[in-house]
Each structure stands twice: as structure tokens, then as C-alpha cells.
């Protein structure tokens, strides 16, 4: 059967299961059917977008639903095989999560029917071959996960986060069906192989890559555009929080890659430096406040930011590329983007759901109320910290192999055209440098402080580990960052066909290369071996920990932890988050988002204790939204009155209306 | 064809349309109102019909037989009944003077006169013509709209909007005659309802001024 029809029978089975949820759901073994048949879908999407995706086949079809005289299309190419095979594979991991996770549910009645809704919602998008079907299956992508987040209304925070989210998700589709309105022209021909092969005035280009980098952007998480993603993400289930963080924002990297590399066609000079420049700015921006925020899950929501700022950068370096015609530094940029997005998609699930393993067994996601859940969760510990390694691309997982190329693809910037790119790619290398950097620090402190040291509060003291449902989902996530930090070539090579499709050159075969090394542009230049660093880390560390254990001496001798010549008992005495991320807090944070540290410190003989306040401000929503949304408030307020005035009124307003349009009209012409 | 007298006569129907709705606009008593609507509907009928003779167009007939017999019989008969039926003889108050609204009115006309030829320089003249009188008329169907108070004056400031309308589609050629009929029918059906909504009013208020219906919404003014 060809792919385009089984994927389109995988999305309607999905569909399907979404109709029982709505009647069953509260019955015991409703998520078990619920989440078993997601999973069976993703696992064969996942099948069909890989067997695409290594053949190359493309397919098409078109059903008559939708606008008449278009139908709704839908056709597979290597670039929606790829991202079909990200979604389906966080779709996979999700649902085997839920299976578990879902039983501690307390409203399973508000998210059973709104998840494979959600997962169909995705792989719709990523299927559609005209702007209609892409755009309704957007809002459908956006409106189910709205409802997901707002599963648990009762929490005020919750319901705040679901508003920000519908406006900032109504805006970024409006903004979306703006940039399809002025490629489809007035012609109005919606299908994407009409508008691919369209000519446009450069100007209105220029103005649809604009308003699609704000509406992919706005999905993705792009600064300033990101507000609402670290509300939203977290505030839905965890297993749907990975969903949305992991694989909801590639389904808009994938929206603005489509746009934006295949049916734009050549874009503007600036394109780039904007991409390079927003990239940057997002990257450095998300991780910051991941250094600062005390909440697990909001935490790795801003880690996101960071890695769609990652992906961001590393496309607009690929269209710089393109832009000179230099088609093999633009494969091998475009390639980083695209990896970055599979390691994403896995690393993210992975901590999310060892995020919500922490919090179905203390109750919490503050992290100051953590700690030592390294002895009664050995597992998702083990596994979180492989999430945490390769979130801060370190060898041997995967996240070090994407930065590394996004790196080596910076490194040949120089041989760049434009003296303004010349100068703005290292500037942003420089950036991401310092995100990496940053992002280490980042998961240092938040496994150090949730899993190690003692237990700060009973329930911490008191959790028991993850069903094994869960640990399977986060073990198989563990397993293929692993996979694909040792193996990259095959990665590599699987993506060679979506970058030939869009940037016309392709890295390097890496399959038949010795050791199963990778070579990004030729041997002399540089080249990465991950197995080859996998087996020396595990070698070394196993002689270490033989040589530790042989020569050491045997005796045991009992210590305190964390005793610093300090040997209080209580658990508050241990580094606490918050002590953690001072010293970025002083630096950066001073500046960036003015935070402000306060001691009181009551005079002597005063009973009371010493007291540090601390304020932080985000600047982008107190600077650009808050006015804005009291702008739209004071300007409703006068309109109001509109509502409110006599027949007779209403019939002057009309007539003064109609005549000065008739006066513009006898002036102007 | 389009020779001189008969562009002659065209323009001449259409002007006298425009005058008799500046009439409307002065007549300060419910029954000569009506019966200046009357007179409306009938140059109506006439400049209709002379564009059916002249544009050799025979559906149009039946457009001026329509308007004839609808809208200067039934419809100004109909207006009389209801009147006596609700028993208001007395003058009806203009919110703006009758010296204002004429000067407003002819300021309207200067406008669509100057706008239509404009913008329509390079059209048929007669239906260039035909089009600015048919905006004069509409305009000063909404001014009296927009300066009576009472309920039967905004009814006919409507009706003779709508005589404009009908004129600009007269001008056109080849508009078809079942969107005509169909206008005409429109008209017809927005008089019912409109006249079961002002005995309605009445019922509830005693009066047809529409003040009544600011004061029950709690308006101030």
C-alpha cells in the first residue's frame, strides 16, 4: 500500500479511538485502550516514514474533503518522511508512557479523548500538501493540545497559562494564513506544488517569510514570540508536555522549513541574518531562565526555547549557504538543524517524562522540595541523567553530535559572501557557545539538586519509582540518544535526501567511511568518531572504578554527606537551587532580567530570622506584552460604548461612514 | 439606441426622481409624506420604463409595472391605513431644520455627482448619468432616515433608498430580471415586517416616536 494512504489510515485509526474516549473515559481500562492503539498507530507511522524516508519513495493523494475545487492533498516527500518519523517516534514513546503515567490521572476524562486527537492533529500537518489542509490541521494540532493543557482547569495557573496559549496560537495562525494568502496570490491556487512553482514580486516574499517565521515561530517557542510555551507546556500532563515540547514545536520547525525552504524560493539577503540573529538571542534568552526557574518542568520548557533557538540558527546559517550557493556547508548546516530536531524530540521526551515520573512520586515539581530521589528511584535517575548528558551535548550521547556539526558549520562561515555574515555568524556562534555552556550548568543543577544529596521535604523522602511502563518508555528514549550518539552516520545518511530536496547538496556518504567515524566536509577539516569515544569513556571508566575498587582500601568508613566542617542534620542545610543559580543570577541575570536580591537582616536581639527576598522580571512580557494587552483593554473599554447608542445614532454613524468614503473616493481620483 | 432626446428624457426622469426626494425631505405631515412617496415610486416607474424603451429591453417593463403597482398603490395605501389605524395626524418634528437638511441634501447631491463621474468617465453616458442620480437618491434616502424621528418617516426614507437602488440597476445593462424581482419582492416583505413592528411599538409604547424605544433601553440622549 502506498505511504500516503497508510499513513492517512494510521491518523483515521487515531480518529477513531478519539470517539469511544469521549464515552469510556472513566472507565479503568480506558487509557490501556486508549494509549495502546496510539501507540500501535505511532509505532507503524513510524514504520511507514521510515521505509519512506530510506527509499526515497515519494507519494501523493488527494481526498475530496475541504475547499471544492482543491480537495484536501496529501503527499509525503523526504522531508515530511523525516519529520513524520519524529513525530510518530515521540507519539510512540509517549503513549507507551501513558500507559503507565496515565493511571495516575486524576481527570482522565479531560485528556483520553484529546490525545490521539493531538497525535492525528500533528501528523496531519506534517502529510498536507495545500495550505488549506495544512492550516486546519494546525488549528486542529493547536486546539487539541489547548484542551490538554487546560485538563486540569481547576488550578488558576493552569486556566491563565490555556488563555495565553489560545491567543498566542489563534495569532500565530492568523499570521500563518497571512504568509499562505500572499503565496497563493490572487489566483488563489492553495496547493503547495502551484505555489512552489508561483513567481512573486520579491517584496511579497519577503513579507511571507516574515509572517511565517512569526507564526511557525510563535509555535515553536521563538523569542519574543515564546511567552505562552513555558506556561503551557508544563501546565498539561507530562506525557502531553513531552509531546508538546518534543515534537509540537518540530511540527513548526517543519511548518517554517516548508515555507520557508521549499515554497518560498529564494528569499531575501536579511533573511538570514534575522534567522542567525533570532536564533542566537532565543538560545541564550531560554537557557537563562532555565538557570534561574525552581519548577522541573518550566525548566526544561525554557530548555526548549534554547534548543528551538539552536535549530533556528542552524537554519538561517543553511539559507545563508544556500544563498552563496555553496551547497555543501548548507547540507551540512541544514543537517545540524534537523538532527538537533530528531535529538530534541528524544532528550526532551525523555527528561519531560522523568520529570512527571518525579512528580506522580512526591507530588511537586519544585525542585527546592526534591532531592535524593537517587535512592528511591534509581532508574528514572539513571535515565534522567542520561537525558541531562545529552541535553548538554556531552559525547557520548547525542545531543554533542547536532552541536557539534551546528559548529563545524559555523566554522566555515568565513568563506561566506556578505561582509554582514561574515560578521554576524561567528557573533552567533559565540551565542550558542555560550548556551551550551550555560545549558550544562543548567542540568548539573537540576539532577544535582532533585536526585542528589538528601531528601528537603518527607514526600521527597518518601517516593516511590516509576511504573515500568514509564521506565520502559524512558529507557528506550535513554537507549536511542545513546544509538544515535555513537552511530551518527546512519542519521546523517538518512537525511541526506531531505537536504538534497532543499539545499540541493547533501553531506558527505558517512556508511562506508572506517570505524564508523563521521566526516562532515572532508578528513583534513575535522572528523568525530562516537564510537570509538563511547568505547574509550566506558573503558576508562570501567579500569577506573576496577583500580578504585582493588587498591583502595577496603575498610569502611561511614562519613557524613555534605559536611563541611557543618554537621547540622536538617536537609535545608544542602545547595539549594536557588544557591545554585546565584552566581548567573548576579551576572546575567542583574541585567538580563532585573533581578534584584534583598536581605533583611532583623538588628540583634530581634527574634526574627534573616530573610532574602528575591525579584525577577521577564523583560519581553512585561515590556512588549503587558503594555499591549492594556493597550487592547483601554481601546475595548472606549469601543464598548459603541454597543450602547440609539437606532437613530447607529444611522448617522452609517451615513457619516458612507460619505466620507464617497469624499475620499471624489478626492482621490 | 442612445440618441440625444432620448438620453434627454433618461436624464430628465432621473433628475425629476431626485427632486421629488428632495420633497420627501421637507414635507413635515405623515399623509403628504406618503403621498409624495407615492409620486416617487411613480417618476420611478416612469424613468424605468423609459429605459426599457430605450435600452429595447422588455423585462425591464415589468420592473416599472412592479414598481407601479407595488410601490406607488399598495404600498402608500397601505402606509395611509396604517396611519389612521394609529390614529397619528400631527406633525412629524425634524431633529435638524428643513434649511439645514435641504443644504445638507444638495451638498449629497454635488458629491455623488462628482464622485460618479469620476470614477465612471470612460462608462455609457446614460448609465453614468442614471448611476449618480441613483447615488443622489440613496444618500438622500439615508439623509431622512437619519433626521426623522418617527418610525413611518424612517420607513419611507427606506423605500425611497431602496426606489435609488432600483434605479442604479435599471441603468445597468443586462442586469437580470429575477434579481430585480427579487429586489422588488425583498422591498415588499421588509414593509410587512416592518409594518408589523411598528404596530408592535405601538402596542407596547402607545407611540410610534422611536425615543420611546431609547427610553425603554435606558438610554440617555
Not at chain 1, 473515559?25 to 524516508?53: E, I, K, N
Not at chain 1, 500507559?99 to 495516575?104: A, E, I, P, Q, V
Not at chain 1, 543537517?335 to 525523555?350: D, G, P, R
Request: glycine share 10%; with cysteine.
Amino acid at each position: 500500500m502506498q505511504a500516503t494512504a497508510t499513513l492517512l489510515t494510521v491518523v483515521s485509526a487515531l480518529l477513531a479511538v478519539a470517539v469511544p474516549a469521549v464515552a469510556l473515559s472513566r472507565r479503568p481500562w480506558a487509557g490501556t485502550l486508549v494509549y495502546g492503539v496510539s501507540l500501535a498507530a505511532s509505532l507503524a507511522g513510524l514504520g511507514v516514514a521510515l521505509a519512506a524516508l530510506l527509499a526515497g519513495a515519494g507519494s501523493e493523494l488527494t481526498l475530496p474533503l475541504g475547499l471544492p475545487w482543491i480537495g484536501a492533498r496529501f503527499r509525503i516527500d523526504a522531508l515530511s518522511a523525516f519529520f513524520l518519523a519524529v513525530v510518530n517516534l515521540g507519539g510512540a514513546a509517549a503513549s507507551l508512557y501513558g500507559l503507565g503515567y496515565g493511571r495516575h490521572e486524576e481527570a482522565p476524562h479531560r485528556v483520553l479523548p484529546f490525545y490521539p486527537v493531538f497525535l492525528a492533529g500533528m501528523n496531519l500537518v506534517v502529510l498536507a500538501d495545500d495550505a488549506f489542509t495544512f492550516l486546519v490541521s494546525w488549528e486542529f494540532m493547536s486546539l487539541a493540545s489547548w484542551a490538554l493543557v487546560l485538563a486540569h482547569h481547576r488550578e488558576a495557573a493552569n486556566r491563565q497559562a490555556a488563555t495565553v496559549y489560545l491567543v498566542m496560537a489563534g495569532f500565530g495562525t492568523m499570521a500563518l494564513l497571512l504568509a499562505f494568502g500572499l503565496l497563493a496570490g490572487t489566483g488563489g491556487e492553495y496547493g503547495f506544488s502551484a505555489i512552489r512553482e508561483a513567481v512573486r514580486d520579491p517584496a511579497v516574499s519577503s513579507l511571507a517569510l516574515v509572517l511565517a517565521l512569526v507564526g511557525a515561530g510563535s509555535k515553536a517557542g521563538l523569542a519574543p514570540l515564546h511567552v505562552w510555551l513555558p506556561l503551557a507546556h508544563p501546565a498539561a500532563p507530562s506525557h502531553v508536555s513531552a509531546l508538546m515540547s518534543g515534537v509540537m514545536t518540530k511540527v513548526a520547525v517543519y511548518g517554517f522549513v516548508r515555507i520557508v525552504f521549499d515554497l518560498i524560493g529564494e528569499p531575501a539577503w536579511w533573511s538570514a541574518i534575522l534567522l542567525l540573529a533570532l536564533g542566537g538571542g532565543t538560545a541564550v534568552l531560554g537557557i537563562l531562565h532555565a538557570l534561574m526557574e525552581r519548577d522541573l518542568k518550566r525548566l526544561l520548557a525554557y530548555s526548549t526555547i534554547e534548543n528551538i533557538g539552536i535549530v533556528f540558527a542552524c537554519l538561517g546559517l543553511a539559507l545563508a549557504f544556500r544563498a552563496d550557493g555553496m551547497g555543501w556547508a548548507a547540507a551540512l548546516a541544514l543537517t545540524a538543524a534537523l538532527f538537533h530536531v530528531l535529538n530534541h524530540s528524544l532528550f526532551k521526551s525523555l527528561l519531560f517524562f522523568g520529570a512527571g515520573a518525579v512528580l506522580t512520586a512526591t507530588g511537586g515539581r519544585d525542585m527546592e522540595r526534591l532531592g535524593g530521589l537517587i535512592h528511591r528511584m534509581p532508574a528514572t535517575a539513571l535515565f534522567f541523567l542520561a537525558g541531562s548528558i545529552a541535553i548538554s551535548a556531552l559525547p557520548p550521547f547525542n545531543g554533542f553530535i547536532s552541536e557539534w556539526l551546528a559548529f563545524q558549520a559555523i566554522l566555515q562561515s568565513p568563506e561566506l559572501g556578505g561582509w554582514g555574515l561574515k560578521i554576524v555568524v561567528p557573533a552567533v556562534g559565540g551565542m550558542l557557545a555560550l548556551a551550551a555552556a550555560l545549558a550544562a550548568a543548567c542540568f548539573v543543577r537540576a539532577f544535582g539538586v532533585s536526585f542528589l544529596g538528601r531528601p528537603r521535604t518527607p514526600e521527597a523522602g518518601t517516593a516511590r519509582e516509576a511504573d515500568r511502563f514509564s521506565l520502559a518508555a524512558m529507557g528506550s528514549l535513554a537507549l536511542l540518544c545513546l544509538a544515535a550518539g555513537t552511530l551518527p552516520g546512519f542519521v546523517i545518511d538518512a537525511l541526506a535526501p531531505v537536504t538534497r530536496l532543499l539545499v540541493g547538496g547533501a553531506m558527505p556518504l558517512q556508511a562506508d567511511r572506517p570505524w564508523l567515524s563521521i566526516v562532515p566536509i572532508a578528513e583534513s577539516r575535522s572528523s568525530y568518531n562516537g564510537l570509538l569515544v563511547f568505547a574509550f569513556i566506558v573503558l576508562s571508566a570501567s579500569l577506573s572504578a576496577f583500580a578504585v575498587h582493588r587498591l583502595a582500601s577496603s575498610r569502611l568508613r561511614r562519613a557524613p554527606a555534605w559536611d563541611c566542617g557543618f554537621p547540622v542534620a536538617g536537609a535545608a542545610t544542602q545547595y539549594s537551587a536557588g544557591g545554585f543559580a546565584q552566581p548567573f543570577r548576579r551576572i546575567f541575570g542583574t541585567t538580563v532580567f532585573a533581578a534584584r536580591e534583598e536581605v533583611t537582616m532583623p538588628p540583634p536581639g530581634d527574634m526574627r530570622p534573616a530573610r532574602l527576598s528575591l525579584a525577577i522580571h521577564d523583560p519581553v512580557w512585561e515590556r512588549a506584552y503587558l503594555p499591549l494587552a492594556r493597550a487592547v483593554d483601554a481601546l475595548a473599554g472606549r469601543l464598548n460604548r459603541l454597543q450602547f447608542l440609539t437606532i437613530r445614532r447607529y444611522l448617522t454613524l452609517v451615513f457619516l461612514f458612507l460619505v466620507a468614503l464617497l469624499l475620499v473616493l471624489a478626492l482621490w481620483t | 439606441m442612445v440618441t440625444a432626446l432620448s438620453f434627454d428624457i433618461a436624464h430628465m426622469l432621473a433628475g425629476g426622481l431626485v427632486l421629488v426626494s428632495f420633497m420627501l425631505l421637507y414635507q413635515d405631515r405623515l399623509h403628504g409624506l406618503i403621498n409624495t412617496y407615492a409620486l416617487h415610486a411613480l417618476v420611478l416607474s416612469a424613468s424605468v420604463a423609459w429605459q426599457a424603451w430605450a435600452q429595447g429591453a422588455p423585462h425591464l417593463y415589468v420592473t416599472a409595472a412592479v414598481a407601479l403597482l407595488f410601490k406607488a398603490l399598495v404600498i402608500p395605501l397601505a402606509l395611509h391605513r396604517i396611519i389612521r389605524r394609529l390614529g397619528i395626524h400631527r406633525d412629524i418634528e425634524n431633529v435638524v431644520g428643513i434649511g439645514l437638511t435641504m443644504l445638507t441634501g444638495m451638498g449629497l447631491v454635488a458629491l455623488s455627482m462628482v464622485v460618479m463621474l469620476r470614477i465612471a468617465a470612460d462608462a455609457d453616458p446614460l448609465a453614468r448619468e442614471d448611476l449618480a442620480m441613483a447615488l443622489a437618491v440613496v444618500l438622500l434616502g439615508l439623509l431622512l432616515m437619519v433626521t426623522r424621528r418617527n418610525a413611518i418617516g424612517q420607513v419611507v426614507g427606506f423605500m425611497s433608498l431602496e426606489n435609488g437602488l432600483v434605479l442604479a440597476a435599471a441603468g445597468a445593462r443586462g442586469m437580470p430580471l429575477v434579481v430585480e424581482i427579487s429586489v422588488a419582492f425583498s422591498v415588499l416583505v421588509a414593509f410587512i415586517v416592518i409594518g408589523i413592528v411598528l404596530f408592535r411599538i405601538r402596542e407596547r409604547f402607545d407611540t410610534v416616536d422611536i425615543r420611546a424605544l431609547d427610553d425603554f433601553r435606558g438610554e440617555r440622549r
